[in-house]
């Protein structure tokens, strides 16, 4: 009893559900393609909040290779450019009065991408 009968009130007919052939599964599609969506922006997401830590690792190591080439500790400069990121490019500047350290790595996702992540540090020179 899914359709409205003549005995029925009009306003009740209106509530009842219409079977139709043609709109049988397009929920289920509908939900499909959402949940593929969402599965495809969390891991984007994800992505992303890597790239934000390994920003923070570059920073951080050309900070510590900054530090002790100011100090002119070069074994300890040596020793901190070991730890950083796989792949990663070092280049340091050295000026008269001043030691700048610029830490750079590329990165992608699939088609996403190259996306190039650097961290920069410069530090004053002790004693020289």
Same mark, same amino acid.
């Given at each position: 009893m899914?359709?409205?009968t003549k005995d029925q009130p009009r306003a009740v007919a209106r509530f009842l559900p219409v079977t139709n052939a043609a709109h049988r599964?397009?929920?289920?599609?509908?939900?499909?393609?959402?949940?593929?969506?969402? #599965?495809?922006? =969390?891991?984007?997401?994800?992505w992303g909040i890597?790239?934000?830590g390994l920003q923070a690792r #570059? =920073?951080?190591?050309?900070?510590?290779?900054?530090r002790q080439l100011g100090r002119d500790d070069e074994q300890a400069a040596a020793q901190a450019r070991g730890r950083v990121p796989d792949g990663a490019a070092v280049q340091v500047i050295e000026a008269? =009065?001043?030691v700048t350290v610029l830490v750079s790595v590329e990165r992608s996702w699939g088609?996403?991408?190259p996306v =190039?992540?650097?961290g920069r540090a410069a530090t004053p020179t002790e004693g020289r």
């Open positions: 899914n359709r409205a599964g397009m929920v289920t599609f509908e939900l499909a393609i959402g949940l593929l969506a969402a #599965c495809l922006a =969390t891991a984007l997401l994800g890597g790239l934000v #570059c =920073t951080e190591s050309a900070g510590q290779i900054a008269a =009065t001043e088609a996403f991408g =190039t992540i650097q």
